[in-house]
């Protein structure tokens, strides 16, 4: 079951990453609703490359610390991490889930943009899950 659980995660992580990186190299795909915007549609952040890619490498590091603790590849790392580092990814994203109460989240108040309807249908409940999954995985570890 680990492995099943640290396999879907670490794809779910690499596939974030990589529309990242994307992102980061000047795609547009998708990214008009990838970004929480205020009523107006103006967007209320503005990421950059370097915004992008710092993002598509915590991502990409989440899926490799996921392969570690399922036991799937093995790298050393220092044991606070390996105590810890599910409990940290599985808190960023239930926060994500949970949001900041105006454009992100479950409990957002601007719901009626682009973004806002594809975070109610799709972001939040992905980082929800991703936040079950690794507890989850922390458990059975």
């Not at 989440?62 to 790298?75: D, E, Q, Y």
């Amino acid at each position: 079951m680990k492995i099943l659980i640290g396999l879907f995660l670490s794809s779910i992580f690499v596939v974030l990453a990589a529309i990242h990186v994307y992102w980061a190299f000047g795609g547009k795909g998708g990214s008009a609703a990838a970004i929480p915007t205020r009523l107006n549609n103006k967007p209320v952040i503005n990421p950059g490359v370097v915004d992008c890619l710092v993002v598509a490498f915590g991502l990409f590091c989440f899926g490799a610390f996921v392969l570690m603790r399922s036991g799937i590849i093995f790298f050393s790392l220092p044991q606070w991490l390996f105590n810890y580092g599910l409990w940290a990814i599985s808190a960023i994203f239930l926060l994500r889930a949970i949001g900041e109460f105006r454009y992100v989240g479950c409990f957002k108040k601007i719901k009626n943009t682009q973004f806002g309807r594809m975070d109610t249908k799709y972001y939040s409940p992905l980082c929800l899950l991703i936040a079950v999954l690794t507890v989850v995985l922390e458990i059975i570890t």
